[in-house]
């Protein structure tokens, strides 16, 4: 292949002088090639070739035991100062971070293949794509990217002479938990990676580059990449409309952008597609409205829980070129399996460490019993995908009508409510909280202030990011209305109150029917709530009115108390944030009593 980049030609051969590799491959994208590597990849036993009638194209990885989720102690943003990547986030000095990573990989690749990635994050040749190139010594990574990303010879083509493309180095070294960094050097838009193989860590195109780096483009450039998925609403009319939301991870984004309509809005001829389940890329159109676009070409989704109720499309689109991570190898069908697809738990199978597994010592209460690791994936392509919205591949992605926040709360926040507008909208993703799941290492189930669902992701200082929102509501005239909801409210039991999953569009239906201002709602203190006669629960058989109303009570008590864990979140982010959020701040106090 003839690589006309001079910087990218230079680049390759400087980290390739420091890794040592015995061979560089460049990916074409071709099928051909690809085909190749999964052979050798399952020659060397990385990936495992399931039952190609059962699961065509489908193969199973296992990261090691040390490696199974993003590591967000070990992230880091290197600014030249400080300041510039905030409180919240790691920082490393530039140079000392260079330095220090340089001896990692100091010949880290001998005895191994650099494999060349060129790849798109949006469409190739469109005007909102941004283009990478990482350097992996994984077969699994470039797998992986060959299904999450737009890769091949037709990047490099569109890339011409530039130098504006993003370096991205990976070497997954001795995979040691010691040594492990994720590095971001924005100002260089450079991503260095080093001893890890889990997704989250290592494809660099998706949290590394469309959210960190492209977070810190997007503030310098007035456009914005968020943690959101993005739907649409079909009406019977045939008009859709579409909604980013922002959630956590593993809170179940994927499952509400491929959601399936319940009985009572698909027999009236609604119908919901599916744009992206993770990552928005926003910008200003010239009608003056916030237009989304999703930079990834797959989805990378958590396993445990995906199931014929919970998310049968996700099901659907992982039948054939899938790969899983960590998930369970049923032997006597060559089959994969996790917790949540169903009742058969296979009899003779082997678990996420590669050990035989007895599923009758399995124990819910103990994740350590599991067969599949609870951060397991599946990297499957969008466009296996049976809702995929025919938007997909519109390089300038879709109209926003409505941003929605949401987060895993047992108590505090209610069904849904409204904000006032869009600086108290921003406010409200500044002060959203969750509880904290499986996609991230550490303790799970405690509440932390995760706002926008962008606290891993924001690649520079957090009160920096909140103005950028305050700033970017100026400049859309047309701008979405934004909401919060929240799925995961308890009773005394510790029993989830809303049935979800599908029925989650019955809120959607009231959030766009907010935007087209056809129903009305209620004041409260920290928003608008509907009317529980405006939310449908036709066909729903635990769910009354009563049901409705006390999920969208507002427990006055417990957003007092939140408002001191509030005020502590501020103050870790610091000098910068903005002052019309601690207005909001002081309203919200005012406004609750
Ligand atoms: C993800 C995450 O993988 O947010 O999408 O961790
Ligand atoms: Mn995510």
Known sequence: MEIKNTYVRNWVEEMALLTRPDQIVWIDGSETQAEELRKQ??????????????????????????????????????????????????????????????????????????????????????????????????????LNMLIMTRVGTEVLEAMGNDAGFIKGLHAKADIDEENRYICHFPQDNTIWSINSGYGGNVLLGKKCFALRIASYLGRKEGWMAEHMLILGVEYPNGETKYICAAFPSACGKTNLAMLIPPTVYAEKGYKVWCVGDDIAWLRVGEDGRLWAMNPENGFFGVAPGTNEKSNPNALHTTMKDTI??????????????????????????????????????????????????????????????????????????????????????????????????????AFVGSIMASETTAAAAGAVGVVRRDPMAMR??????????????????????????????????????????????????????????????????????????????????????????????????????????????????????????????????????????
């Open 456 to 593: 891993p992701f924001v690649g520079y200082d957090m009160g920096d990011y909140f103005q950028h929102w305050i700033d970017m509501g100026k400049k859309i005239p047309n701008a979405p209305k934004i909401f919060h909801v929240n799925w995961f409210r308890t009773d005394d039991e510790g029993h989830f109150i809303w049935p979800g999953f599908g029925d989650n569009m019955r809120v959607l239906m009231w959030i766009l029917a907010r935007c087209e201002g056809k129903v009305d709602a209620v004041e409260t203190a920290i928003g608008f709530v509907p009317k529980a006669e405006d939310i449908n629960i036709e066909g729903l058989e635990d769910v009354t009115l009563d049901t409705i109303r006390e999920l969208v009570s507002i427990d006055t008590a417990s957003w007092k108390e939140d408002l001191a864990n509030i005020k502590e979140f501020y103050t870790l982010v610091g000098d910068r944030v903005p002052a019309e959020m601690k207005e909001e701040l002081a309203a919200l106090e005012k406004r609750l009593g």
């Open 324 to 425: 899983f991570t960590n998930v369970v190898h049923d032997l006597d069908n060559n089959t994969v399996w996790w917790e949540g697809l169903d009742n058969n738990p296979p009899a003779n199978a082997i678990d996420w460490k590669g050990n035989k597994w007895d599923y009758t010592k399995y124990d819910k209460k103990d994740k350590s019993t599991c067969g599949a690791h609870p951060n397991s994936r599946f990297t499957a392509k969008a466009v296996n995908c049976p809702c995929l919205s025919a938007e997909f591949e519109n390089a300038n992605g879709v109209p926003v009508s409505a941003i929605v926040f949401g987060g895993r709360r047992a108590k505090t926040a209610p069904l849904v409510y409204q904000s006032f507008n869009w600086q108290h909208g």
């Open 41 to 142: 990849a399952i020659a060397t036993g990385e990936m495992i070739k399931l039952n190609q009638d059962k699961l065509p194209g489908c193969y199973l990885h296992r990261t090691a035991v040390n490696d199974v989720a993003r590591v967000e102690g070990r992230t880091f943003i290197c600014t030249t100062n400080k300041e510039d990547a905030g409180n919240i986030n790691n920082w490393m000095d530039p140079y000392e971070c260079y330095h220090k990573l340089s001896k990692l990989y100091r010949g880290s690749m001998k005895g191994r293949t650099m494999y060349v990635i060129p790849y798109s994050m949006g469409i190739v040749g469109s005007d909102f794509a941004k283009y990478g190139i990482e350097l992996t010594d994984s077969i699994y990574v470039v």
